[in-house]
């Protein structure tokens, strides 16, 4: 009778040993699974953002950015939404263009587009200063009348990045004549905070 109770407990322990470990590993999958395309939905505008952009151009804005600070640390991307109508009378080539401005570490400038674009990376080089950190669409997006369209600006942050706020100029224009760049709606500022 021992025997058999011996051989029963063995049995349960077996069965309840191989349950964990599949159980715990379908954990493992799933996790891996909902991490994996964290990136994908970090570096793309979430639906809160479009939504909010479509009803800032839906109430008469020009140009909407409805949120203009991000936090990114180093290694790692903020994600910005900006959206544009066409109010003018004819079809028109809207380019957005976004420059680095200055960066400041609490009431500390740490380096601006004029003097010192350098001074934010401790081993600055030519690819590496803000300047380069933007990644958008650089080419002329054609809008018609009263046509509005969103569009996403990525601010890359680099792995030696100095702690502190980022301050980005944004702007839209469009030309009247060929080489003639007409600001279409006053500058905008976006902020990256890197911890």
Request: aromatic letters at 8%; glycine letters at 6%; a negative charge.
């Amino acid at each position: 009778m021992q025997k058999k109770a011996a051989i029963e407990l063995s049995i349960n322990f077996i069965v309840i040993i191989v349950m964990s470990v599949v159980i715990f590993a379908g954990g493992i999958f799933i996790a891996q699974k909902m991490f994996s395309g964290a990136d994908d939905v970090l570096n793309d505008l979430d639906q809160q953002s479009v939504a909010r952009i479509e009803s800032l151009l839906d109430d008469g804005a020009r140009v909407a950015i409805p949120f203009k600070t991000r936090q990114a640390s180093r290694g790692e991307s903020a994600v910005f939404g900006i959206g544009i109508l066409n109010i003018l009378k004819t079809p028109t080539d809207f380019t957005i263009e976004v420059e680095f401005d200055s960066a400041y570490d609490g009431d500390t400038l740490l380096c601006d587009s004029s003097s010192n674009p350098t001074g934010c990376t401790p081993a600055a080089t030519s690819w590496n200063t803000p300047d380069d950190w933007p990644i958008y669409d650089t080419q002329p997006h054609t809008l018609k009348t009263n046509q509005k369209d969103v569009y996403r600006i990525l601010v890359k942050v680099p792995d030696d990045a100095t702690s502190g706020t980022y301050i980005f100029n944004v702007k839209v224009t469009y030309e009247d004549s060929p080489g003639n760049p007409i600001s279409y709606d006053p500058l905008r500022k976006l902020l990256v905070n890197v911890p």
